[in-house]
């Protein structure tokens, strides 16, 4: 019996390839033009430097030699990934400090606008009322103090660092639509003006790390809808009581809060005329100013699911008949869901090993890992495969340089041992029936 020398499952560009073509080069080069992430470059162009990034991140590679030594091991597949030239660690090390990580940013919104329509089609067919948009972010501890980290000092050791990526996603598609990159250590409410660039009536979920009552009359006086978790020690006072015909509702209530704060907006020009003293670099001159003011809102207090504690939410839709208790409470676990991302994304991507120490390399790093997402996303919408994500980036990454078509790997990853068993069979069922002919009874 001979074993079959390939698998029926051939294809003539290997794995990574097969990813690379989805993106379009043509328009990632024009991006490259106008950004100007080509100027001065010799060899490793915009294009170059993403398929080496793709490389490293989607082979689990931990360091720049790691990554040269990979692709010098597969310089017979380099024809098919569009690359003419071998890479170096230094040509490597350079491209990551000095090429601007919001070229990378700009080819995954690019992806994102492409086929965005298509994996929304992909999701299950349960139905959702609401299109909702969650926000969230995610730290990710870095090995050294490059970017502030949260926490104290510790007694002993060094403090590490810390990279915050705060993300806003589409509910029904699981992907990411805003992300944005700061030190560890800044609040997530920095980033809550980034909501305003939502569609017009959008729905918008997030947890209590985002309270701020002023910022919240201006989503609802802007069209925006929300739901939030409400602080155990928030004040407010009770303007309504309401009915709780919902089993596990305890309250649904009108309440109202009182803020007091102080802002910072730009003078105006009277303001300029009487300041004296130098304009700062920016060419922004910003005062501070106190605001004072009242918004209601409503309260929805639920039993949790094991009916022990209560958990407490509050959203601007007032009236129940638009929305009720129960669906507030569900739109706000709905919320889960970027979570789940979260956690994809750093159990099965190299997050913990970063090929720079410094923030440029850093955050080219992430968005990369974002595009080998998408990419990984669009290949099991095509496939319409029902693995766990976990399992077909472990398929990816096991057949990377192998000429094998991923989509049919992601459909049937049995299908060549299944094969094989058959033909095994057939061969043993022949020699059975050799030996009867040479051996009749």
Sequence with gaps: FKSMGKGTNFSGQPVLSQLIKLMDRSKINTLASKSGANYYTKHLDGYSHLVVML?????????????????????????HLGIDHMICRSTLSDANK?????????????????????????MSKREVSTKLYVMDSTTISLFSQILRGVGRNPNNGKKKGGIKAHTIIEESIDLPVFVDYTEGIVHDHEAMERLFDLPYGSFIAFDMGYTDYMLWKRLDEAGYKFVCRLKDNAKFKIIEQRKCPEKDIIADQIIEFTYDKYVERPMTDEELKHRRGRRPNSGVVTVKERVQGTYRCRRIVRRTDDGKDTIQFVTNV???????????????????????????????????????????????QIWVT??????????????????????????TRATLGAYIDLVTLLNCPKLDWNLLEQQRARWVASQNIRQLELFPT
């Design 98 to 122: 000095r090429r601007k990580s919001s070229f990378f940013g700009s080819i995954y919104r690019m992806l994102y606008k492409r086929y965005a329509p298509v994996l929304s089609d992909s």
């Design 318 to 364: 007032l009236d129940p008949e638009e929305m009720s208790a129960e669906q507030v409470c569900e739109t706000y676990r709905r919320r889960w869901s970027i979570e789940s991302l979260f956690k994809r994304l750093k159990q099965n991507f190299p997050l913990k090993y970063f090929l720079g120490d410094n923030r440029n390399a850093i955050e080219i």
């Design 370 to 395: 974002m595009i080998a997402y998408l990419l990984l996303r669009v290949m099991q919408t095509k496939a319409r495969s029902k693995l766990a994500f976990s399992n077909i980036v472990m398929l």
């Design 55 to 79: 490389y490293a991140v989607l082979s689990n590679l931990r360091s720049l030699r790691e990554t040269c030594l990979g692709f010098a091991a597969n310089a017979t597949r380099m024809n």
